[in-house]
Nanobody, 122 residues
Framework: QVQLVESGGGLVQAGGSLRLSCTAS????????MGWFRQAPGKEREFVGR???????YYADSVKGLFTISRDNAENTVYLQMNSLKPEDTAVYYC????????????????WGQGTQVTVSS
């Protein structure tokens, strides 16, 4: 059974930083595009960014230049470094995996984690 487990969430003051991790029990992790999504209370889930199996990254405009996604294929782990956090970044953050995916749409992702809460106080 495939599992994606996020960690690293918590409470941080505005302007602070957090690094989220997502470890996946995928046999061919290096062949997966790994995406990060978030969902705030009362809002639709939104795309944050993704890192393809090739290593290329793409970010939503709202986080570009502030968030960075990286991956360690040897550890089956993807990271989301979040800097200069704002209260509007408060959400449950999810990682997801898409086999050889482009990663542009949530529908591409076959596997999802349970999410980790990030709360940014003003």
């Amino acid at each position: 059974q495939v599992q994606l487990v996020e960690s690293g969430g918590g409470l941080v003051q505005a302007g602070g930083s957090l690094r989220l991790s997502c470890t996946a029990s995928l046999r061919a992790f290096s062949s997966y595009t790994m995406g990060w999504f978030r969902q705030a209370p009362g809002k639709e889930r939104e795309f944050v960014g993704r890192i393809k199996w090739t290593g290329t990254t793409y970010y939503a405009d709202s986080v570009k230049g502030l968030f960075t996604i990286s991956r360690d294929n040897a550890e089956n782990t993807v990271y989301l470094q979040m800097n200069s956090l704002k209260p509007e970044d408060t959400a449950v953050y999810y990682c997801a995996a898409a086999y050889l995916g482009i990663g542009a749409s949530a529908h591409e992702y076959q596997y999802w984690g349970q999410g980790t809460q990030v709360t940014v106080s003003s």
